[in-house]
Structure formats: C-alpha cells, structure tokens
C-alpha cells in the first residue's frame, strides 16, 4: 500500500461514526484531503478495505 492510500484510509476512519464503514467513508476523506472522490477507485475491496486497515491498526498497537 503506497503513503496516499495509507493517508486516505487513516483519514476515513475519522467519518466512520458518522458515514459508518462505507464508500461515502471513503469520498468525505477524499474530498477533505482536496482529491477526487474517484480516489476512492484506489480501493477495488472499497470499505473493506478500510475496515481491514482500522484493524491492522489496532493489532499493531496490542503488538507495542
């Protein structure tokens, strides 16, 4: 995964209490980063992706 999925993920993850785990997640973060919502289109899985991250994330914390 390059730096600007990375960025973009990390940053749908803050519309998830409001949009929950899905494609619109994903197009708020887009247009809050100043990119194309086609940017969501990096993420062919879309919004599983993205949940995939979120617990990536917190295994890598239980691992610190």
Not at 3 to 23: I, Y
Not at 25 to 54: C, N
């Amino acid at each position: 995964m390059d730096m600007l999925q990375q960025q973009l993920l990390d940053s749908a993850l803050q519309h998830v209490n409001r949009l929950g785990w899905t494609r619109s997640s994903l197009s708020a973060a887009a247009t809050g980063m100043q990119l194309s919502p086609a940017s969501v289109g990096m993420f062919p899985r879309g919004p599983s992706q993205l949940v995939e991250h979120f617990i990536a994330q917190k295994n890598a914390e239980l691992d610190r």
